[in-house]
């Protein structure tokens, strides 16, 4: 059973001043910023229940006429997704800015109505209100209850604040809900939190941190809902925290608004969710490779660290700059040493991309183009008196653009040019909470307002909204300048649908162990809440690793989503002076680090397939073992081991000291070991090594994964040649896509789809391929079958063509039509040119043996 984490501790930073204080003192102090304190709903009031005293059939649902002058809107999107509203009479159904698509076609359904009960039925799911009190149930087509209302408490407000209490049972679990800190992946028992915060050396049991998201997955009996609660007000989640009878949310203000989406499939449920937030697009390849990063490096820094990493040959694609590059911090500005065109020359001649950092507040200072500007046409957000509001920030004062404009967004994204004439690829957005200094709980007074007219809002019902919108903003800048190519935008602050517009680093984590382990769960979570494009400050930001620490990080860093090494400022490390790049820590983790950062890019064309998934179909990259295996319920509260796209399993090491442990192989699946080959059942536990440099990686058996050779960064050499790393019981298949992985010429149909099967028939193996697309103009002449743990063949051929037998794996991969046995490995390695048109056989003396796998137990 999932024991519950105590996440009670409920901190709250009084002053900004005191937030500011702490952030420049050790970076384990518990007490980092945290909003106001939590508004709690009124128990009396919410036994208040609203009664249904009308009936009104719509187009796609109903419309009920409620008690206390209210309406309820049940609408059905798609034969699996409703949207529940209950709004005050006469007020509009309400969309966020989250909402992408918010013209569906309404899937036929029945409505019939008896005994104080009203039912819709699709093809998929059956909602039943009960009329007296109002509360809503959803069934599945079987009749078997999916989720429903807490009819003691029901749905409705309390005053302004809209809540909703359903039902759970105890072995329900709960995932998703975006950003959150603790060790465990399992999010029931936990009172949770949405406030975006900066939230700086954020710990363990941090209610609020950077990024918002208001969806959740349930998962009952083996079947998965999806809960989006689309109010972008500070809202409160309690997770079955209170009791093991029901859960419920609420908000501080705005409506009681929310979607329900049945599965029942995990991945059934995020298809539905990013159908409606939207999806992240295709990345650009060199955002997948390494990048590296430090707060206050000096120009000449990024220049000896960049040649380092060149002439050590240690693989990296990217340099970030964070604000030491902008004159006295003013946005969209160069000071003289980062702006000189030799750095710029330098960096592109080594082939490295180059990514700014970006923070709204623009430096209140007369003469100063941005604000000069931004005045001139009141740009600025306000205060209730309608004076711009003016905040203390890391230029001095400062003002805010007003991103809920559409002005101020086109405005804020023609300024990028400043940074894309400099050749820069890559928009990081920083203090996009917004943070403020010197303001309450470290952002804006919650009467701050944005927007005019029926417009208005105000900062309390705006906040979560601030970064999403200045991403769509940043995004927006590379049509405007850079038209065919593949924006990629960095943000620490977020809220559902942002993935359309940006990757989320997960804020300023602390070189801790704790830190190490939490990243697990965390990426996970934010991964089944949409957002696939994810991943932490490798090592640490605040404060500094030691070598152990550091080589476990990089061997996880490197099979995050996004992977950036990236630390604080000396300043506030304690007085070490410890750097973290790779080779920062003697030679033994210099090459781990290199070994894992090697292995990402020999990975590359797998991670990339991987990122295909996720943009066509909301696929997380990083994902828990119960994405994949929610009929096991041994997965349900694993939270240190993860899958890395759909064939690799990583159980890593997260403590300090530790040289074994133990891990979870799930059922159905055979395992095996990708260092020794040894094969395990699933559905059992066992216990593995792992020395300093071992990182524990299992794959399932029938899987091929491709891969290619190492690159000092991505693009360096075409891909000629595609190893298919193939672990073969019965039949492995693999979808490979390919584009130029750089310009949108995708959506044109420059793109290849390939469906590649190997199959073992008797005493032979067939391979075979079919082209499903073919407009990409590809430079692939080969694959490279690697059959692991084969007996050495007695022919191959395809049809008459008889392939030669050659003398290592380098003259295989380069030769057409041949094979290698490497008998130490126990691999068979077959090259099959890219334009064979019929099957491969590879025959054998016997058919293979499968005995000997391995049973061993924990």
Not at 636 to 663: C, H, W
């Amino acid at each position: 059973m999932h024991k519950p984490s105590q996440k009670i501790s409920r901190l709250v930073a009084t002053t900004a001043i005191a937030a500011t204080v702490l952030a420049a003192q050790a970076p384990n102090v518990l007490a980092v910023t945290q909003p106001h304190p939590d508004q709690e709903l009124n128990q009396e009031a919410v036994k208040k229940q609203l009664q249904v005293e009308g009936v009104e059939q719509l187009e796609n649902g109903v419309k009920l006429n409620l008690s206390s002058d209210q309406n309820a809107f049940i609408r059905l999107f798609s034969e699996d997704m409703a949207k529940v509203s209950i709004i005050k009479e006469g007020e509009e159904e309400y969309f966020s800015e989250a909402i992408s698509k918010k013209e569906w076609d309404t899937p036929s359904f029945d409505v019939s109505e008896e005994k104080g009960e009203i039912t819709l039925t699709t093809d998929e799911i059956t909602i039943k209100i009960k009329k007296e009190p109002f509360g809503v149930k959803f069934l599945d087509k079987a009749g078997n209850v999916i989720n429903e209302d807490y009819m003691q408490n029901g749905s409705g407000y309390d005053g302004e604040k809209p809540y909703v209490y359903k039902k759970t049972t105890e072995d329900e679990a709960f995932y998703g809900f975006g950003e959150q800190s603790g060790l465990e992946v399992n999010q029931r028992g936990e009172s949770i939190g949405m406030f975006n915060t900066d939230a700086y050396a954020y710990g363990t049991d941090t209610k609020y941190l950077y990024t918002s998201i208001p969806f959740f997955i349930g998962l009952k009996n083996e079947k998965a809902y999806g809960m989006f609660f689309d109010n972008t007000n500070r809202s409160y989640f309690e997770m079955a925290s209170e009791s093991d009878d029901y859960y419920y949310f609420y908000a501080d203000d705005g409506t009681l608004n929310y979607y329900f989406m049945y599965g029942p499939e995990i991945e059934d449920v995020l298809d539905r969710y990013t159908e409606l937030t939207g999806r992240m697009d295709k990345p650009a390849k060199w955002t997948l490779g390494l990048h590296q990063s430090k707060w206050e490096y000096s120009a000449e820094d990024i220049e000896r660290v960049a040649e380092t990493y060149r002439e050590k040959e240690i693989p990296v694609d990217t340099m970030h700059f964070d604000i030491d590059y902008m004159d006295e911090y003013r946005v969209f500005t160069w000071s003289d040493k980062f702006g000189d065109e030799a750095l710029h020359q330098k960096l592109d001649a080594m082939n490295f991309k180059k990514i700014t950092i970006n923070d709204p507040a623009v430096k209140k200072d007369p003469g100063y183009f941005m604000y000069d500007e931004g005045t001139a046409n009141d740009y600025w957000a306000k205060n209730p008196d309608g004076s711009n509001f003016v905040g203390e920030v890391w230029p001095g004062e400062s003002m805010f653009p007003d991103f809920s404009k559409e002005e101020v967004r086109e405005w804020w994204a023609s300024k990028h040019d400043i940074l894309f004439d400099k050749g820069i690829d890559g928009v990081w957005n920083d203090m996009n909470e917004p943070a403020v200094f010197d303001g309450p709980y470290h952002t804006m007074p919650l009467d701050v307002t944005f927007g005019e007219g029926e417009n208005k809002r105000t900062h309390e019902e705006y906040h979560n909204l601030y970064g999403h919108d200045e991403a769509e903003a940043t995004y927006d800048a590379f049509e405007m300048y850079k038209p065919n190519e593949r924006p990629f935008v960095l943000t620490r602050d977020m809220y559902a649908g942002s993935q359309r517009y940006a990757a989320l680093w997960t804020g300023d984590n602390v070189s801790e162990w704790d830190h190490l382990e939490m990243s697990l769960p965390m990426n996970m979570n934010v991964g089944l809440s949409g957002v696939p494009f994810v991943g932490n400050d490798i090592g640490g930001f605040a404060g500094r690793p030691d070598a152990e620490m550091f080589a476990r990080w990089i061997e996880v860093g490197a099979f995050l989503p996004f992977s950036r090494i990236h630390y604080d400022s000396d300043k506030k490390a304690e007085g070490k002076k410890q750097a973290q790049e790779p080779w920062a820590f003697g030679q033994e983790v210099e090459d781990i680090s290199k070994k894992y950062i090697e292995m990402r890019y020999k990975l590359m064309p797998y991670l990339y397939n991987a990122f295909i998934d996720a943009a066509e179909q909301g696929t997380p990259v990083q994902q828990p073992l119960v994405y994949q295996f929610q009929d096991d319920e041994n997965t349900y509260n694993v939270s240190d081991q993860f899958m890395f796209g759909k064939e690799m399993m990583l159980a890593p090491i997260v403590e300090e000291g530790q040289t074994e442990r133990d891990v979870y192989l799930p059922e159905g699946e055979t395992w095996v070991d990708y260092w020794t080959g040894e094969e395990f059942d699933g559905g059992q536990t066992i216990t593995t090594e792992a020395q300093l440099d071992h990182l524990p990686i299992y794959v399932k058996k029938d899987s091929m994964i491709p891969t290619r050779e190492v690159q000092q960064y991505t693009g360096e050499k075409p891909l000629e040649n595609l190893v298919l790393d193939t672990y073969l019981n019965e039949k492995a298949t693999y979808s490979f896509y390919e584009d130029d992985g750089a310009t949108l010429d995708y959506k044109d149909g420059e793109y290849n789809v390939t469906d590649l099967e190997v199959k073992r028939k008797g005493k032979h193996i067939e391979f075979k391929k079919k082209e499903k697309a073919t407009g990409y103009d590809t430079d692939l002449e080969s694959y490279t079958l690697k059959l692991n743990g084969e007996e050495a063949p007695k022919r191959v051929r395809a049809a008459k063509a008889k392939y030669k037998e050659v003398s290592s794996v380098e003259e295989v991969k380069s030769t057409q039509e041949s094979f290698f046995y490497d008998n130490e490995e126990q691999a068979l390695y077959v090259n099959v040119p890219a334009d064979e048109k019929h099957k491969v056989k590879i025959f054998f003396n016997g058919k293979k043996d499968k005995a000997g796998k391995s049973d061993k137990k924990k």
